[in-house]
């Protein structure tokens, strides 16, 4: 991984890596690889950028790390928008209404349930 000189290449790699350790509930040790990924974003595609975004907020989730990954999640949002991924857009506003039921904001909560919602038509 190390030795390749395409950075779209070791994003992936670092993600898959992070991606593996979330698998197995190690998530401070998925968070590291994923910090790693986001240290090379600059010219990676939309796509790459948005799940690594994504899965380092649902492994700050799980940590229970709630400010962070609803920023996190909010940050996926930005780049949702360039891919046109209404899969993942809908499904990260279902994730920020989880994290804000928990967080007993149900107007919050709501919000982003409804804002999902929408985007299923």
């Given at each position: 991984m190390q030795k390749t000189n395409e950075q779209e290449a070791q994003q992936i790699a670092y993600t898959n890596l992070g991606l593996a350790f979330g698998a197995v509930d190690q998530h401070?040790?998925?968070?590291v690889y994923y910090d790693?990924?986001?240290?090379?974003?600059?010219n990676s595609s939309s796509k790459v950028?948005?799940?690594?975004?994504?899965?380092?907020?649902?492994s700050l989730t799980s940590l229970k790390k709630h400010s962070l990954s609803k920023e996190a999640f909010k940050n996926a949002l930005v780049v949702i928008h360039e891919t046109?991924?209404?899969?993942?857009?809908?499904?990260?506003?279902?994730?920020?209404a989880d994290?804000?039921?928990i967080e007993d904001s149900l107007n919050l909560a709501e919000y982003y349930l409804i804002k999902g919602?929408?985007?299923?038509?």
């Open positions: 401070e040790k998925a968070l790693q990924a986001e240290s090379i974003t600059q950028r948005l799940y690594l975004r994504l899965n380092k907020a649902l046109n991924d209404y899969f993942a857009e809908v499904r990260t506003y279902g994730n920020l994290i804000y039921i919602r929408t985007r299923c038509y």
